[in-house]
């Protein structure tokens, strides 16, 4: 699942194309490593070799926590204007699974928390630390 793939990416800054690493998800049970460089902000960090600049790779990114039961979704926020994207939602904010055998999916994950922000995601999983008792 902790498994990092590369994509072409588009300097902010500059506009130099280059290529990133990212990524898609962390499973903190399974690659703790990978939670400290979420805490860190290494996780789909950018640093552009042509002026510097340093940033987030703007990617979705999904973390998992399957002993304390919950897991958290970043999306960029250009995800907000993109009317596919919003489409895939109820209204209550749950997603519309496009898979036959939803009961499949275990309820932690059905209930996932969507944040905007990679800080807001680990105050989240902050919060969500700090309240689970085993």
Same mark, same amino acid.
């Given at each position: ?5 590369? *994509? =072409? ?7 130099? @194309?280059?290529?990133?690493? #990212? ?6 049970? +399974? ?25 987030? *790779? =703007? ?7 399957? @002993?304390?039961?919950?897991? #958290? ?6 995800? +907000? ?40 995601? #680990? ?12």
């Amino acid at each position: 699942m902790s498994e990092p793939r590369t *994509i =072409p990416i588009q300097c902010p800054n500059c506009k130099w @194309e280059t290529e990133g690493t #990212v990524y898609d998800a962390v499973n903190a049970v +399974l690659d703790p490593k990978r939670k400290e460089e979420l805490f860190k902000g290494e996780i789909n960090a950018f640093h552009c070799e042509q002026c510097g600049f340093q940033g987030i *790779i =703007p990617h979705p990114f999904l973390y998992l926590d399957p @002993e304390r039961q919950f897991c #958290v979704q970043y999306y960029p926020p250009s995800y +907000l204007d993109d009317s596919i994207f919003l489409g895939g939602f109820l209204k209550d904010g749950s997603i519309r699974f496009s898979i036959s055998n939803e009961e499949d999916i275990p309820a932690y994950i059905r209930q996932w928390h969507i944040v905007f922000d990679l800080d807001e995601m #680990v105050r989240y999983i902050i919060f969500r630390e700090r309240i689970f008792k085993p």
